[in-house]
């Protein structure tokens, strides 16, 4: 399969911080692949790179054979590379519906060319009725609809990500970056999400995340890339992932929770 995202030798600094150093890795059209590493690794930086936020100092990143070097979120966002995060700010005085139909008519004011032309065309109505079925068939899709005529900030923190996965989805992506998806999430809200990511990829989008819970990593991954102090040090399946001694030693040598993530690695390599 050829490659859909390549980071090709980008390197971060802040001042004398190297944040990342000359990470490279391609993400195939159709993967699933997962970016771990203990806290401080430099994922979330790359996520960043990636979607415009920041700037590398070396390198660059190539989405669909397009270099994303000087372009803004939005505009690589309208090339069809989406994220998430780790906070999702809703509405929480809205419901869900209504946050769903906000962010939906933020991207339609970001993408029209001609809205007061719309207007005087009697168009409007038409596309508000399109946008309400768009809204309806995303919150169909990440689970939320019997939730839509709740308060947003009523939602269970879990559920609150589901809101952003649904704007994400919103822009029509060919890939989507989910940073820490299932962080806050207990073992059936994250299994529920691991379902809604295969029915993501089931529908043509390819799919990298950032995350820390080993087992749900473990499950849901066709690759891993795995980051240690801003640098590659492994690539490849779960099943070589679980036993690799650099990976182990990473989480190792961290505080208690990458200790728990080491063990949780090693406890998957002799499930």
């Given at each position: ?34 970016l ?9 930086t ?8 920041l700037?590398p ?8 054979g ?34 769903v ?6 991207q ?40 839509a005529?709740?308060?947003a ?51 043509g989008?390819?799919?990298?995340l ?33 036993s ?28």
């Amino acid at each position: 399969m050829s490659a859909i995202l390549s980071v090709e030798h980008v390197g971060v600094r802040f001042g004398g911080l190297v944040a990342i150093a000359d990470l490279h890795f391609d993400v195939a059209q159709g993967e699933i692949v997962s970016l771990i590493g203990p806290n401080g690794a430099g994922k979330t930086t790359a996520f960043n790179v990636m979607t415009g936020f920041l700037k590398p100092s070396q390198g660059e990143v190539r989405f669909r054979g397009t270099g994303l070097k000087g372009l803004q979120p939005h505009e690589i966002t309208r090339l069809g590379l989406a994220r998430t995060f780790q906070r999702t700010s809703v509405f929480p005085d809205d419901t869900v519906f209504d946050n769903v139909m906000i962010g939906l008519h933020r991207q339609g004011a970001a993408l029209s060319r001609a809205p007061i032309l719309d207007a005087l065309l009697g168009r409007a109505g038409a596309s508000e009725r399109r946008l309400r079925e768009r809204a309806e068939a995303l919150l169909d899709w990440v689970g939320l609809s019997a939730r839509a005529q709740e308060k947003a900030g009523s939602l269970a923190y879990g559920e609150q990500r589901l809101v952003g996965v649904a704007l994400a989805l919103a822009t029509e992506p060919a890939m989507l970056l989910l940073d820490e998806p299932v962080s806050g999430m207990n073992a059936s809200e994250t299994r529920v999400f691991v379902r809604l990511i295969r029915q993501i990829r089931e529908r043509g989008v390819t799919i990298l995340l950032v995350e820390h819970d080993m087992p749900m990593v473990m499950e849901v991954s066709d690759r891993i890339v795995v980051l240690n102090y801003g640098r590659l040090i492994a690539e490849g399946p779960p099943e070589r992932i679980r036993s690799d001694p650099a990976v182990i030693a990473a989480y190792l040598g961290q505080g208690s929770a990458a200790r728990r993530a080491a063990a949780e690695v090693q406890e998957a390599a002799h499930a």
